[in-house]
């Protein structure tokens, strides 16, 4: 068997609707549009005839998506799956990041913990792929909800839908992922000796978390030397064959504080940072054909004291999509082009510090099949930066678009129009029939050869 057979059973959990959600592990249905993904009460006909891994798996999304997890906080969601997956016959354990100071006070003071999993019983592991997503969610937490609309009390159908932050990303990942390699190692399609699990903390921030796990593989026994990494974030149900870099900078312009009423006494640091955000916005920062324009969102503006006080302080934090490579340093080339904007602005005014650096990531998507593989110009994966001689697959269910989709929520402790994450149970539950299958098929088949 080679390399691409266990990249090819973990791809399903991707593309799924209710016609697949009943279809056996031989079925060979997977060849799914996003537009039916979008849509899946479409023609979905329910029957008695689910797999038997469907309610667990909808079971164990639930449970993770009921557990807040907002970035710094992912203590709870980390000791529930070390739990879980110890309780199905893995050896879990969690690997804790050293304590860091940079969590812009947003943590609740609980150790930071990856999760790190493989098939037991042995304490040693020799795998040869990788299986990963992340566990932390953006804010706010918004509480698990599902609806089953057709209101015949049956249960799961056609018109159930699913919400709840980190419901798509990346929660419905960890689920399908888990489930897939626990019913694939039960029918004995892969080697459970070539499989790790590992869930990460703090990819919506920093991606530290997968930066620690990287840094610090060489402390495990043995090393590990994977030949495949599968990543689990929402690619609109396709393979991606690549994604966009990314940078992350705060921008601090400082003036001179003074009496509004004296304007020429003073230097607003306000007025010369959204004089110099503005500019950035409207540079053209980088772009590629297959990648579309770099861009940019400035995510927080902070700065004055008062309406009639000359602001002597002004900081701004932004996040760009970078466009173009090389993976190495494309980010590092953007960032330098975004100094320069600044210092055309005002030479003296601006302290910039950023973060995160790096350019376009090309992925492997030769997985046998029709699995609508595609450069995804909107879509960034943090963890694939750590595994650069690794070949890497990047594929999830949804869309990020999922997760903003702006509804009215009421609730006992949150009661606002928010965004949610969307998805139906269909959509996480053809784990074994499409390409989360074929990705670990694929891997299987190499690593055999």
């Known amino acids: 068997m080679k390399l691409a057979g266990v990249v090819g059973l973990l791809a399903g959990a991707s593309i799924a609707r209710g016609s697949v959600l009943q279809t056996p592990l031989s079925s060979s249905s997977s060849s799914l549009d996003s537009k039916s993904i979008s849509s899946p009460s479409s023609d979905y006909k329910y029957n008695d005839n689910a797999p038997s891994y469907r309610n667990e798996l909808v079971s164990l999304h639930k449970s993770l998506v009921e557990i807040s997890s907002v970035t710094y906080t992912e203590n709870a969601v980390g000791n529930f799956l070390v739990e879980y997956l110890t309780s199905h016959g893995f050896v879990a354990e969690l690997e804790f990041l050293p304590p860091d100071n940079s969590t812009d006070g947003l943590g609740d003071g609980k150790p930071r913990c990856n999760v790190l999993a493989w098939p037991g019983p042995k304490h040693h592991p020799r795998p040869k792929v990788l299986v990963s997503s992340h566990i932390d969610t953006v804010p706010p937490h918004i509480p698990y909800s599902r609806s089953d609309g057709d209101g015949s009390g049956a249960g799961l159908n056609g018109e159930t839908l699913i919400a709840g932050r980190g419901s798509v990303d990346a929660k419905a990942s960890v689920a399908a992922q888990i489930i897939a390699v626990k019913e694939l190692i039960r029918s004995k399609e892969i080697d459970p000796a070539n499989i790790m699990l590992l869930y990460v903390v703090g990819e919506e921030r920093s991606g530290d978390g997968m930066r620690y796990f990287s840094d610090t593989l060489s402390n495990l026994t043995p090393p590990p030397k994977f030949e495949a990494a599968i990543f689990g974030e929402p690619t609109e149900g396709k393979l991606a064959c690549g994604h966009k870099g990314f940078f992350a900078c705060t921008i601090t312009a400082h003036g001179k504080a003074g009496h509004s009423g004296y304007p020429w006494l003073g230097k607003s640091a306000t007025e010369l940072l959204m004089r110099g955000v503005v500019r950035v916005l ?41 466009a173009i490579g090389p993976e190495e340093n494309g980010g590092e080339i953007v960032v330098g082009r975004v100094l320069d904007v600044l210092r055309g602005v005002d030479a003296d005014a601006f302290k910039t510090e950023c973060v995160n650096g790096y350019g376009v990531v090309e992925c492997a998507c030769d997985v046998p099949g029709e699995y609508l593989p595609t450069y995804l110009p909107n879509v960034v994966a943090a963890p694939f930066i750590s595994f650069r001689s690794t070949r890497r697959f990047l594929t999830g269910l949804r869309s990020y678009l999922m997760c903003y989709v702006v509804l009215q929520v009421s609730t006992p402790s949150l009661s606002t129009t928010a965004p949610m994450c969307l998805i139906s149970p269909e959509t996480i539950s053809a784990t ?5 299958v074929s990705l670990l098929r694929t891997a299987r088949m190499r690593l055999s050869s």
């Not at 990648?291 to 008062?306: D, H, L, P, Q, S």
């Not at 074994?432 to 989360?436: H, K, V």
Request: proline share 2%; hydrophobic share 40%.
């Open 282 to 322: 409207d540079t053209e920062l980088g772009s590629s054909e297959r990648f579309g324009e770099t861009t940019v969102n400035v995510g927080v503006i902070e700065g004055g004291v008062a309406l009639n006080v000359i602001p002597e302080k002004a900081v701004a934090k932004i996040a760009g999509r970078v």
């Open 432 to 436: 074994f029939t499409g390409l989360e």
